[in-house]
């Protein structure tokens, strides 16, 4: 069968590597405060919003990129080693390419892969105690749904995706114009509960036939007349309890987050049961992406971290973090440090493990004597991405038996000498009044051992002075 002949234009726009370029992810969303809020136009986005744009060394020779015109190699190659970019505006008024490095977001990837750390669900980390959090990949069947997934038949099976918005996020012009659409589809949605209607009554009609032992395969599903159906939608009206799971499931809406206690006594409009893949999904809302938003697809811990000499490890080789902002009162609340490990900001150090260890240099204060900044080793656990695509990562402090077989260990501050040292360090040769005097043999023997002599008591040296009294 011979092939259909492609015009040239559609097989320049077919091997093209523009084309093939994914479209722009909408930016994350800004949130409403009342005050004015100071944000850098140039700081690194939370999630890459573009993709990133690399060449090959011949090509980037000739400033080639695949793109309209070549890039100038001031920009790119001359500025760095490994250039990568992304464009913002392929052509424009001024016949130029608007571009920018991509560094940022790829660094940042090729760190975290560096750290061999596989994507887990969101769950919080409770640092108090020594009790990890279990791990659950999002790349499990039973959780890795969305509303058109196989998976959904499955008993117990739960998605990180609705079709409907999450409501607890929406603002009132977004709420508004999502009760316009909903309004649009009422016959849709009355006929979807008309059919569920349908089949509750043939369900109890079955079940009270089962119960009266009558044959199941003659009985036939009973239809339901415009009066009973209208009957059933204002008994719905007055019972909330009732409307919410309906509502949620016909809409298909996300899980609610959970009821405030103090409300429990009031009515409510009921949700459904929680099937979000995570319970943290149903507080700050459902994922912009996939769970895992394509940074590691290993599914479990279950690797052996080999050392060269020593053989395999129960932990990985630790990795340095740096503190980027100690502990400190700011805008008169007490804040938690952060620290910067692989390119990600992390916070709420576990300050409560610090307690055994010692509290790292620079951790509670600035400390601008340390070189090169303050750091320290830590061991990450869980890495997960929350719901605006930020990378949440969890660590403890490396232990002793972690950093042995590296060699590796924290920075230690030189102490200061003082009186008092040198004093503590010399109390060995002063002779104290309550004893008897010192032999040479005896002296040699104190500063050699650094040990004092034991200290005679009350009773001995009273005895000691009624026998010289005695004596004279």
Same mark, same amino acid.
Request: charged share 25%; hydrophobic share 30%.
């Given at each position: 069968m011979a092939s259909a002949r492609l015009s040239p234009t559609a097989n320049l726009l077919r091997r093209s590597r523009l084309f093939s370029l994914p479209p722009t992810i909408q930016p994350p969303q800004e949130l409403p405060a009342s005050r004015l809020v100071y944000d850098s136009e140039s700081a690194t986005l939370p999630h890459p919003i573009r993709a990133s744009i690399v060449t090959p060394p011949s090509s980037l020779a000739r400033g080639d990129w695949g793109l309209k015109r070549p890039l100038p190699a001031k920009s790119t190659s001359e500025r760095s080693s490994r250039p990568v970019v992304r464009v913002h505006t392929l052509d424009t008024y001024e016949n130029t390419t608007d571009f920018e490095s991509a560094a940022d977001h790829t660094v940042t990837l090729e760190k975290f892969q560096e750290l061999h750390m596989p994507m887990s669900l969101p769950a919080k980390v409770n640092y108090a105690t020594s009790m990890v959090p279990r791990h659950q990949s999002p790349f499990e069947t039973h959780v890795d749904n969305s509303e058109t997934s196989k998976g959904l038949r499955e008993p117990g099976a739960k998605r990180y995706r609705h079709v409907g918005p999450w409501l607890a996020g929406l603002t009132e012009a977004e709420f508004l114009g999502y009760l316009n659409q909903v309004k649009q589809r009422k016959p849709e949605l009355l006929q979807k509960l008309r059919e569920q209607f349908d089949a509750k009554r043939f369900a109890e009609t079955r079940k009270q036939a089962q119960d009266n032992g009558e044959d199941l395969e003659a009985l036939s599903p009973t239809k339901?007349?415009?009066?009973?159906?209208?009957?059933?939608?204002?008994?719905?009206?007055?019972?909330?309890?009732?409307?919410?799971?309906?509502?949620?499931?016909?809409?298909?809406?996300? =899980?609610?987050? /959970?009821?405030?206690?103090?409300? *429990?006594?009031?009515?409510?409009?009921?949700? @459904? !049961?929680?099937?979000?893949? $995570?319970?943290?999904?149903?507080?700050?809302?459902?994922?912009?992406?996939?769970?895992?938003?394509?940074?590691?697809?290993?599914?479990?811990?279950?690797?052996?971290?080999?050392?060269?000499?020593?053989?395999?490890?129960?932990?990985?080789?630790?990795?340095?973090?740096?503190?980027?902002?100690?502990?400190?009162?700011?805008?008169?609340?007490?804040?938690?440090?952060?620290?910067?490990?692989?390119?990600?900001?992390?916070?709420?150090?576990?300050?409560?493990?610090?307690?055994?260890?010692?509290?790292?240099?620079?951790?509670?204060?600035?400390?601008?004597?340390?070189?090169?900044?303050?750091?320290?080793?830590?061991?990450?656990?869980?890495?997960?991405?929350?719901?605006?695509?930020?990378?949440?990562?969890?660590?403890?402090?490396? =232990?002793?038996? /972690?950093?042995?077989?590296?060699? *590796?260990?924290?920075?230690?501050?030189?102490? @200061? !000498?003082?009186?008092?040292? $040198?004093?503590?360090?010399?109390?060995?040769?002063?002779?104290?009044?309550?004893?008897?005097?010192?032999?040479?043999?005896?002296?040699?023997?104190?500063?050699?051992?650094?040990?004092?002599?034991p200290a005679r008591g009350t009773e001995d040296i009273a005895r000691s002075l009624m026998e010289s009294l005695r004596s004279s």
């Amino acid at each position: 069968m011979a092939s259909a002949r492609l015009s040239p234009t559609a097989n320049l726009l077919r091997r093209s590597r523009l084309f093939s370029l994914p479209p722009t992810i909408q930016p994350p969303q800004e949130l409403p405060a009342s005050r004015l809020v100071y944000d850098s136009e140039s700081a690194t986005l939370p999630h890459p919003i573009r993709a990133s744009i690399v060449t090959p060394p011949s090509s980037l020779a000739r400033g080639d990129w695949g793109l309209k015109r070549p890039l100038p190699a001031k920009s790119t190659s001359e500025r760095s080693s490994r250039p990568v970019v992304r464009v913002h505006t392929l052509d424009t008024y001024e016949n130029t390419t608007d571009f920018e490095s991509a560094a940022d977001h790829t660094v940042t990837l090729e760190k975290f892969q560096e750290l061999h750390m596989p994507m887990s669900l969101p769950a919080k980390v409770n640092y108090a105690t020594s009790m990890v959090p279990r791990h659950q990949s999002p790349f499990e069947t039973h959780v890795d749904n969305s509303e058109t997934s196989k998976g959904l038949r499955e008993p117990g099976a739960k998605r990180y995706r609705h079709v409907g918005p999450w409501l607890a996020g929406l603002t009132e012009a977004e709420f508004l114009g999502y009760l316009n659409q909903v309004k649009q589809r009422k016959p849709e949605l009355l006929q979807k509960l008309r059919e569920q209607f349908d089949a509750k009554r043939f369900a109890e009609t079955r079940k009270q036939a089962q119960d009266n032992g009558e044959d199941l395969e003659a009985l036939s599903p009973t239809k339901v007349t415009d009066e009973e159906f209208q009957a059933y939608i204002k008994s719905l009206r007055h019972d909330p309890f009732a409307l919410g799971p309906i509502v949620y499931d016909l809409l298909d809406l996300p =899980s609610p987050p /959970a009821v405030p206690s103090e409300r *429990i006594g009031r009515k409510y409009y009921q949700s @459904t !049961a929680n099937k979000m893949s $995570a319970s943290e999904y149903a507080t700050s809302g459902p994922p912009k992406t996939h769970p895992s938003a394509g940074l590691s697809y290993t599914r479990s811990h279950a690797s052996i971290h080999n050392h060269p000499k020593y053989g395999p490890q129960a932990y990985q080789r630790p990795v340095e973090a740096r503190i980027l902002r100690p502990k400190g009162r700011f805008k008169g609340r007490v804040n938690k440090a952060i620290a910067g490990i692989g390119g990600i900001a992390v916070e709420d150090l576990n300050a409560l493990t610090f307690v055994d260890q010692g509290t790292p240099p620079g951790l509670t204060f600035f400390d601008a004597s340390i070189p090169g900044g303050a750091k320290y080793w830590v061991t990450p656990i869980r890495a997960s991405v929350d719901t605006d695509g930020r990378i949440g990562l969890s660590s403890y402090r490396a =232990s002793a038996t /972690a950093k042995a077989p590296y060699g *590796i260990e924290d920075y230690k501050k030189p102490g @200061t !000498a003082s009186i008092s040292d $040198a004093a503590r360090d010399h109390a060995t040769m002063v002779p104290m009044l309550d004893r008897k005097p010192l032999n040479q043999a005896q002296f040699k023997q104190a500063s050699g051992s650094q040990s004092r002599q034991p200290a005679r008591g009350t009773e001995d040296i009273a005895r000691s002075l009624m026998e010289s009294l005695r004596s004279s």
